[in-house]
């Protein structure tokens, strides 16, 4: 690995430790591909919290968009720990340039404090956040055979809605209104929508894509977030709803030596 990508590496370690377990399972030579996606992933996420300030935080995001037009316009980037390694991936595996567009333009809804518009709107978040990241991922490890794109979706959606639930409490504190139905029921009803497209994919996707599966196995604890949210829909407010380290290692351990995801 280089020097970027092993920074990237650290980033992810530290700031997303699952992803990070999990690129860990993946091929010694696929885990840089996949952890400078989740740098980016990370970055991205970030910037529109930077700041307060909603001009500033749209400058922040703005800044990435301008480097994922170099990347594509001139084939250049300025040197800096994510985009370099980036800008190395979208040449060597032709990444779409959309997907990256869109990853970052999604992340304006966190800028401001408007609710999602409706069901439809929240799930375009979640697929052009969460699904873009799958889509990328996917696309570096295994180029000739990536998922179609509904079941890349419908993966995307469970292990998206389910990482979403988690972070609930903290877009209450901070003022957000993070669900279209801040309520039990509204909970019940995105955590079951969910887990039903996931496991109607689930053997698809592991009969056909084996190359891909590090990739998907990013959100191995998913299923286990969404049962539980189904439940007891009130634990997403309360949190806890994810499982202990060891049993999340523990799973993880029991899907890599199964080659599952």
Not at 52 to 76: C, F, K, N, P, T
Not at 121 to 135: K, M, N, P, W
């Amino acid at each position: 690995m280089t020097d970027d990508e092993n920074l990237c590496a650290e980033m992810v370690r530290i700031q997303d430790p699952l992803r990070f377990l999990s690129a860990m399972t993946a091929p010694p030579d696929q885990r840089a591909a996949l952890l400078v996606l989740y740098a980016f992933n990370l970055e991205i996420a970030k910037a529109p919290w930077a700041s307060q300030e909603e001009m500033l935080a749209e400058m922040r995001l703005q800044w990435w968009l301008d480097q994922v037009a170099e990347i594509y316009e001139s084939g250049r980037v300025s040197a800096h720990m994510v985009m370099t390694p980036l800008a190395g991936l979208v040449q060597k595996h032709n990444l779409p340039r959309p997907v990256l567009e869109a990853m970052i333009t999604a992340r304006r809804w966190d800028i401001y404090k408007e609710p999602f518009a409706d069901l439809a709107a929240f799930e375009r978040f979640i697929q052009d956040t969460a699904g873009g990241l799958l889509q990328l991922s996917c696309q570096v490890l295994a180029p000739s055979e990536l998922p179609k794109a509904e079941n890349l979706a419908a993966h995307a959606c469970s292990r998206g809605v389910a990482a979403w639930l988690l972070a609930v409490p903290s877009y209450l504190e901070k003022g957000r209104v993070p669900l279209v139905e801040v309520s039990p029921d509204g909970v019940k009803k995105i955590a079951q929508n969910a887990y039903d497209k996931g496991l109607n994919v689930q053997k698809s996707l592991f009969k056909y894509h084996k190359t891909s599966i590090p990739a998907l196995r990013a959100g191995w604890w998913a299923p286990q977030v969404l049962r539980r949210a189904i439940k007891d829909p009130e634990r997403v407010f309360q949190g806890g709803l994810c499982a202990s380290d060891a049993r999340l290692r523990a799973g993880l351990i029991w899907k890599s030596m199964i080659g599952s995801f």
